[in-house]
């Protein structure tokens, strides 16, 4: 019989060769390059299997997209349950499970939240974020942080870092100013220089390596834009639904926002989804003119059937019992990890199960992904600081599975040590 994951080729290589030609050269290359030739076969929980048979625990989750595992069985059921009576539906027209998860998305969130509107991407929410917050306070700029990183969509790509948004031309430093994290004065001056729509940002920057707020960092920033008149939108694509230990990380900061921004995870790898959650002001457009954004597959109903699984397995008592045991066995491991190894493994980065891991060199991660990689753990370097490898460990993984995974990484940084 065929093996069903090659999906008509011959061969792994045959693969490859094909990716290389009609799909995207310079990644398919990238990744042989940086010995990490992966092509996933078959995915069972945490665990990705090569084509070729190489197993990896992922640890990397397509930034959090796989919380709750690949093909959880749950949420396979879920989109099959409503496949026997739904399709995507159709946008324009009221939609009981389009209306069911708005009400379970702001029962879970609480104040100040009052709307959803809905997208099939974390970035496709950025760009109505920001639209709806040019809406609301009727201006164009918008600040955000320097590597910063929302998506690769129109309005989202131009709040991030130079190396997506110059490539095409979609850089507007005249609409879209940038500053560095955790640097206050740089924010106020901002804020003062000309009125602002928005400030978004990422609670815990993500594609930069999870650099962590300074304490009050985020609550000072609401207030600055309190005192501007300037929405907060946060970013919660990479860094919500219980990977911090609360559904939100924003909400460990004691700050609420105007808008929250929430993907990836909410389809739970099953299903492409997105929602934001708008305060009455944030929302304003949707009194006005309810045809202002339309998006064919958001807020499809199949899609509301997983999402809405999605936040009843992440939010149920055995799964938040379950991150918090996992963040304290983390934490230790990785504390007794870097005391063997304070001349390599030189800091860790970490919120919940937010971790990033720094390194001694510029590119230190990319070594440590190799080794990863070849003792059968998938963590991903960040793109925007290779010095920091991004560790994301999933919410139901279980303690016998945290030891091993601990001890792989201890070889992997032991086999890519410089000294």
């Known amino acids: 019989m065929a093996n069903p994951y090659l999906a008509g080729f011959e061969s792994k290589a045959d693969i490859l060769a094909a990716s290389e030609e009609f799909w995207n050269p310079d990644k398919t290359r990238f990744w042989q390059s940086v010995d990490v030739p992966l092509v996933i076969g078959k995915r069972e929980g945490y665990v990705l299997t090569d084509v070729d048979g190489h197993e990896l625990i992922d640890v990397h989750l397509n930034g959090g997209t796989y919380n709750l595992g690949h093909c959880n069985p749950d949420l396979i059921a879920a989109l099959t349950d409503a496949l026997q009576y739904f399709d995507i539906g159709n946008h324009h027209f009221p939609s009981p499970s389009r209306t069911a998860l708005a009400m379970k998305l702001l029962k879970l969130s609480g104040e100040p939240f009052e709307r959803v509107a809905y997208a099939t991407s974390g970035s496709e929410a950025i ?56 640097d206050l004065d740089a924010m106020q001056a901002a804020l003062k220089a000309e009125p602002a729509a928005a400030v978004i940002m990422e609670t815990i920057p993500a594609t930069y390596g999870f650099p962590l707020p300074a304490p009050g960092y985020l609550a000072e920033i609401r207030r600055m834009c309190d005192e501007a008149g300037t929405l907060y939108i946060a970013d919660e694509v990479q860094t919500g639904l219980m990977r911090s230990g609360a559904l939100w990380a924003v909400s460990r900061q004691d700050v609420r926002p105007d808008i929250l921004v929430t993907s990836k995870g909410l389809g739970g790898g099953i299903y492409p989804f997105g929602a934001l959650l708008l305060t009455k002001q944030a929302s304003g457009w949707l009194e006005q003119d309810g045809f202002a954004h339309m998006s064919t597959f958001s807020g499809s ?55 990033g891991l720094e390194f001694a060199t510029a590119e230190g991660a990319k070594p440590v992904m190799r080794e990863l990689y070849k003792r059968g753990v998938w963590a991903i370097f960040s793109t925007l600081d290779p010095r920091v490898l991004q560790f994301k460990p999933g919410l139901l993984l279980q303690s016998g599975q945290v030891d091993d995974i601990l001890q792989r990484l201890e070889d992997a940084i032991s086999a890519s040590s410089p000294f």
């Open 301 to 355: 109903e199949v899609g509301c059937y997983v999402a809405n699984a999605v936040l009843d397995l992440t939010t149920s008592p055995e799964t938040v019992a379950n991150v918090q045991a996992i963040i304290a066995q983390f934490a230790a491991g990785l504390a007794g990890i870097r005391s063997r190894h304070a001349d390599w493994f030189v800091g860790i980065r970490q919120e919940g199960l937010i971790i």
């Open 127 to 182: 760009d109505l974020a920001i639209k709806s917050a040019r809406y609301a306070t009727k201006r164009r700029r918008i600040i955000s942080i320097r590597k910063a990183y929302h998506g690769h969509t129109g309005l989202a790509v131009a709040t991030g870092d130079e190396r997506f948004s110059q490539l095409f031309l979609a850089d507007r430093p005249e609409e879209f100013v940038q500053v560095p994290f955790n």
